[in-house]
């Protein structure tokens, strides 16, 4: 059974940081892109970041780009999001997910295929 647990949300002061983790079981997602995404209430799903298989290529929304950081690592079948300088409108649920069938850059909720359960993140300010 595939499975995508995302963990370390939390409540931080605006100008904080937080560090989030995916970590897949039931399969390997070495050969896919993975990608964050997060929703506020009463809005949709909105496209956060996303990298390649190999970590080689990846791809944020403007609003997170030069704060927010995607990795991986194959070895651990982990996905990471280091966020920086954390914004009271980065508050939302955030979710990982897999695309297992484009290698191209998606940024449409509706591309991936598997996602996790999510984790808070609020920022106060």
């Known amino acids: 059974q595939v499975q995508l647990v995302e963990s370390g949300g939390g409540l931080v002061q605006a100008g904080g940081s937080l560090r989030l983790s995916c970590a897949a079981s039931?399969?390997?997602?070495?050969?896919?892109?993975m990608g964050w995404f997060r929703q506020a209430p009463g809005k949709e799903r909105e496209f956060v970041a996303r990298?390649?298989?190999?970590?080689?290529?990846?791809y944020y929304a403007d609003s997170v780009k030069g704060r927010f950081t995607i990795s991986r690592d194959n070895a651990k079948n982990t996905l990471y999001l280091q966020m920086n300088s954390l914004k009271p409108e980065d508050t939302g649920v955030y979710y990982c997910?897999?695309?297992?069938?484009?290698?191209?850059?998606?940024?449409?909720?509706?591309?991936?295929?598997?996602w996790g359960q999510g984790t808070q993140v609020t920022v106060s300010s």
């Open positions: 997910a897999v695309d297992e069938h484009s290698s191209v850059f998606q940024a449409s909720p509706t591309a991936y295929d598997y």
């Open positions: 039931g399969r390997s997602f070495s050969n896919y892109a």
């Open positions: 990298i390649s298989f190999n970590g080689g290529r990846t």
